[in-house]
DNA sequence: CAACTGCGTTTCACTATTTGAAACGTGGCG
DNA sequence: CGCCACGTTTCAAATAGTGAAACGCAGTTG
């Protein structure tokens, strides 16, 4: 194994357990490594902004840097574990299958599935991908990333069905229906067959991060039944936001 | 450099970045170094639990390690910024100087300072240290220690001045006193001619994560002032809990 | 006020460590 | 069944890490 990597480490784990900045020779005899060894690696971790000297006392401390790369794990995690139970309930209630997805790329990475108790499935497994703009989880998504962001995504549709929606200005009038009910809805546009609606998920900051979907054979998605399955899939949404977090301010 | 552990920490960036898994032979390529190398840092980092490999794809991704080593440095910033203009404030009401600690291995570690504006001021910079068992800042925290943190800390007490309370029976009587009315005091017990009041902060999960103390000279915390300076410490600590995100439970 | 101490930092010859092409076993796919 | 790409292992060659010693500096001490 990398030694001097394992080293660096301590080191990180070291700077992390002492809250208070710490010099060059006390980090040597806590860790029982050479001074220079310790210098360079700290040097090495400071060009990097891992860590930071204090200008004054001339020692060293962690910088927000590692918080900033790992603070997504925790996010992802705790989304999955709280949108766990409202997958289920939402799938008993509906006897639809329910979808967690988050953007990932220019896709929508499927976190978690709940499977309808139907014989007629749908698939989909976790981990894979679908599209964002023919697909009612990708497109509760799309609707609130920033312009760049969608401009980017414009340049990726691609016809999957007959049905798929391709023209750019109706995809954007689509989007902003989705803006404006807080719910999307596809039908036989990402596959033939297959349906879904799915209403955006916000965390504390107001942000979407992820989006909940209600998914199952177009058969049963059928016009008399969809504003109960719509109102499903936003009530779930709003019940993952809610435990994230999430506090509506009017409007 | 560490040529090594800059690849190291590149790795690290990039599996930050995408949020999936992802495998050693798409890691390689994008970090444009060779398999056999990413492999053997790749598997430096699972040794020490950075990274955990997902048994059924045989991708890597992080584990929550890093923001469990980075959280504490983002807590203490958002403290002393959350905590800076109430320290001003008090400093301004009271007359006196405030202090924001927290605890730090078996000391008080002075993260802020707010001066008075009267003459007579007393000592104490950030960053220096303080002792848990003879002033109030400390009292204030020790009162909410664990047991064994108490016990280990009972080993250190130490006779500062003629007033300094040494007995364990009666400094146990006191951190419950200190328990009972969430206020601190001390006078003469750390240095003679300085006296002080403070009170615990709390984090959004309740627990005691710093303390605010007003302190000045003795001659000015007498016996008909002290209730005054005392609510005003337990206000700030109160409105710096409560910007921390902590909501009292009845009792 | 000079000697001392301990700090962060730099140097450099030595050597232990990292490197990468190649190959292995495996699992998925057409 | 053959193919491809994956994660993993190997090993000689080469590079990158090491650590004792010394530097300049600041603060402390007799």
Redesign the interface.
């Known amino acids: ?2 030694a ?3 080293k ?2 301590s080191l ?2 070291a700077l ?1 357990a ?3 900045p710490i010099g060059i020779s006390q980090l040597a005899r806590e860790l029982r490594l050479n001074k220079s060894t310790v210098y ?2 700290v ?3 400071c ?2 902004r ?1 860590v930071r000297q204090d200008p004054q ?1 001339g020692r060293y ?14 996010q ?2 705790e989304l999955r574990e709280v949108a766990r139970p409202v997958l289920e309930a939402v799938a008993q209630d509906s006897g639809e299958a329910t979808l967690l997805g ?1 953007v ?1 790329d220019l896709d929508v ?1 499927i976190l978690d599935k709940v499977d309808s108790n139907q014989p007629l499935q749908i698939f989909s497994r976790v ?1 894979t991908r679908v599209a964002l703009h023919c697909t009612s989880i990708g497109r509760a998504l799309l609707a609130f990333q920033s312009e760049d962001y969608v401009a980017q995504a414009m340049t990726k549709i691609a016809r999957r069905t007959e049905r798929t929606l391709v023209g750019r200005a109706e995809l954007a009038a689509e989007l902003a229906r989705v803006r404006r009910t807080d719910a999307a809805e596809c039908i036989d546009e990402w596959s033939l067959g297959v349906a879904g609606v799915a209403a955006p998920i916000r965390d504390l900051s107001g942000k979407v991060v992820a989006s909940l979907c209600v998914t199952g054979p177009s058969s049963r998605f059928v016009a008399r039944r969809l504003p109960k399955l719509r109102r499903m899939a936003l009530e779930g949404a709003r019940q993952v936001s809610d435990r994230l977090g999430y506090r509506p301010s009017g409007g």
Do not use: N, P
């Not at 840097?65 to 925790?74: A, P």
């Open positions: 194994m990398s001097t990597v394992v660096a480490l990180i784990e992390s002492g809250t208070a360079r690696l040097d090495t971790l060009r990097h891992f006392s401390a962690l910088t927000t840097k590692l918080w900033e790369l790992g603070v997504g794990v925790v992802r995690l988050i990932q990475l981990g």
